[in-house]
């Protein structure tokens, strides 16, 4: 007679056991993937993080002087809105999703490329654009879903490849957060590997100095 797959052990309990513990395993992958999606989605508020401190005032992009010349409302500040929002979960989601669907409908082309000309701040009308349009086709959603135009700072870095480029700075009573065409991520503004210059100011025309702080955790890709 052939012996017992387990022996003598009593393989009624084991059993259960180990169908306990493979349901359980079930459970938590079925859990982690859940939590998984809900992150990648927005639905997941980000963890609190010191801002970005201006170190002075700098002058405007010349792009920006010209865009604000030819939509003056887009460039306008109103002190009584808020400079940095209250950020809820329905806003993280909002800020997922408009930054993801940007990104999908623009295609990069530079100004050069585009225009004939370097620096052309615009919204991309015809479906192509660069760093600083994508931004601002943005922000100009947000706006329209409700989110406060102070809060929401075009930004001027130097990215991965020692070039300049733009990105939006969505300040908040949780940190600053980095909306960007090169990554459907919104990262805080240290995790991006970017060197950070300086951004549209909140109380007038005038942009605040970032001096130069490094964002040393990460590239912007990761």
């Known amino acids: ?84 929002m209250n950020l809820s979960a329905k806003d993280w989601q909002t800020l997922n999703r408009i930054n993801q669907q940007v990104n999908a409908d623009i295609k990069a082309k530079t100004d050069k490329d585009h225009w004939g000309i370097d620096d052309v701040w615009d919204f991309a009308e015809d479906g192509y654009g ?17 989110f406060s135009r102070r809060a929401l700072r075009m930004t001027v870095v130097i990215d991965e490849e020692g070039a300049g480029h733009a990105v939006m700075m969505v300040r908040t009573t949780r940190g600053d957060f980095i909306l960007d065409n090169k990554c459907n991520a919104i990262l805080p503004w240290h995790k991006t590997g970017y060197t950070y ?25 990761q």
């Open 1 to 84: 007679m052939r012996e017992p797959l387990f022996g003598h052990l009593n393989t009624r309990p084991f059993l259960r056991n180990t169908l306990r513990l493979a349901a359980l395993a079930i459970a938590l992958a079925v859990s982690g993937t859940g939590l998984q999606a809900q992150t990648q989605t927005g639905s997941i508020l980000p963890g609190a993080t010191q801002p970005v401190v201006p170190v002075g005032v700098a002058k405007p992009i010349m792009g920006w002087v010209r865009f604000c010349e030819q939509n003056p409302a887009e460039c306008a500040v109103d002190p009584s809105e808020p400079a940095k």
């Open 130 to 146: 660069d760093c600083e349009d994508y931004q601002l086709v943005k922000r100009k959603r947000l706006v329209e879903a409700g």
């Open 197 to 221: 210059i300086k951004r549209e100011g909140d109380e007038g025309s005038t942009w605040a100095s970032l001096g130069g702080r490094t964002s040393p955790t990460m590239t912007a890709n």
